[in-house]
């Protein structure tokens, strides 16, 4: 981005990573199709490499439209450099398989998205890389379990499912003193409301499926680094696996980029009008939202991040199967369904009983999954009341 001025995070939103000058003043990046490039000479084809940055040189290595993403990302998160991949799983495996060998030792958080941790649990495992769990609360505790082969902590914070906040720079810090690389799913927290390079982190994840893109309808991964070291390393690994991701989802990710501050605001506003609500719910037992003053992370969430998003969880007293179907099945506005981010609200059942490892849950209620979307909230507690309320009809 062009100037001089320290801009707020709004104004990069609006800006970054369009380069309408390069375009004949088109506001928005164009949307570049390629699969073969053309070059002029033998040795300009000869000097071409797919890891050159910017570099057009094949269609699976990226367009304009993907780079110019890829810029804007960087650039909102605090990194050196982004890839664009075709998942936020693909983003997880690329991210990790990078830094992997053989022999190596990896500690993983144990509240982390199960994508994750069924990579390591088998695919990683299958080739010799020992994957080790850990309390995602341990902070600067960690330092305990890294070994003379430990390559790489995984952090998530807040955690999947249930929310646990991680102390990110106790973590790095010890990890960066044994030479050990830090990694963390940066997905709640979207490209805005953490910047996770300032807390220590060496590789940032996104499922820009979620929030950067915030309409339901792109599945994409960004991995950004601190280093170009690093973004290169990462760059060979992603060009072995051959994932690659069209110009046309860039082009609707650019999109949802531009209007991700006043969805985020909205998000946060209601998400925390809902959950402050469920707590006075006799249905309730606990809410999991790390912005509410008696979440147990609450401290490390006002220290590192500047808000918070729509996902959150709740634990509700008992209930019998078909008293949650009977609830679930019934929403008028919250949908069922996997992934979250987008304008709609979504409501999941889970169990963490069935993905910990390294600690127990062993709460007996039943956890739900809220996305709280960019309904009026008034309508969202309405449905909600109105599902409590079907608990008591089976």
């Not at 164009?30 to 033998?42: C, E, G, N, Q, R």
Request: charged fraction near 20%; hydrophobic fraction near 40%; glycine fraction near 10%.
């Amino acid at each position: 981005m062009s100037g001089h001025r320290p801009q707020k995070t709004e104004t990069k939103l609006v800006h970054a990573g369009r380069r309408s000058s390069q375009y004949h003043g088109v506001v928005n990046p164009p949307v570049l199709h390629a699969s073969t490039i053309l070059f002029d000479s033998l040795a300009e084809l000869e000097k071409a490499g797919a890891s050159a940055p910017g570099k057009v040189t094949y269609g699976r290595h990226g367009t304009p439209t993907r780079f110019l993403l890829e810029e804007a990302v960087a650039e909102l998160e605090g990194g050196y450099g982004t890839l664009c991949v075709s998942s936020g799983v693909s983003a997880i495996t690329n991210a990790i398989l990078a830094f992997v060998k053989p022999g190596d030792h990896i500690l993983i958080t144990d509240s982390t998205y199960f994508p994750t941790r069924n990579l390591c649990n088998t695919f990683l495992k299958r080739f010799g890389v020992e994957t080790e769990y850990y309390d995602p609360t341990i902070g600067g505790d960690i330092a305990g379990l890294i070994r003379d082969n430990t390559v790489l902590v995984w952090c998530e914070s807040p955690g999947s499912l249930t929310f646990e906040m991680q102390d990110i720079p106790a973590i790095a810090a010890v990890a960066h003193d044994r030479g050990v690389k830090v990694m963390l799913d940066n997905t709640w927290a979207s490209p805005i409301l953490c910047r996770p390079f300032e807390l220590g982190v060496d590789v940032s994840v996104q499922a820009g499926t979620k929030y950067i893109v915030g309409h339901s309808d792109v599945m994409m991964g960004t991995i950004t680094t601190a280093t170009e070291e690093d973004l290169l390393t990462i760059k060979k690994q992603v060009l072995i696996s051959g994932d690659a991701i069209g110009p046309d989802d860039c082009y609707l990710a650019q999109r949802g980029l531009r209007t991700l501050a006043v969805r985020i605001k909205q998000h946060h506003t209601s998400g925390l009008k809902v959950a402050n609500w469920l707590q006075t719910r006799p249905e309730v037992k606990t809410v999991l939202h790390p912005a509410l003053p008696d979440h147990p992370g609450h401290e490390i969430w006002k220290r590192d991040f500047s808000g918070a998003c729509g996902l959150f969880s709740f634990v509700m007293q008992p209930v019998e199967k078909k008293q949650l179907a009977n609830m679930v099945d019934n929403m008028d506005l919250f949908g069922m369904g996997f992934s979250w981010g987008g304008f709609e609200s979504l409501i999941l059942p889970s169990d963490p009983t069935k993905i910990r490892t390294a600690t127990k849950w062993e709460d007996d209620g039943q956890l739900i999954r809220l996305h709280v979307g960019l309904e009026d909230p008034d309508d969202l507690i309405a449905d909600l009341e109105a599902g409590f309320e079907r608990l008591k009809t089976t």
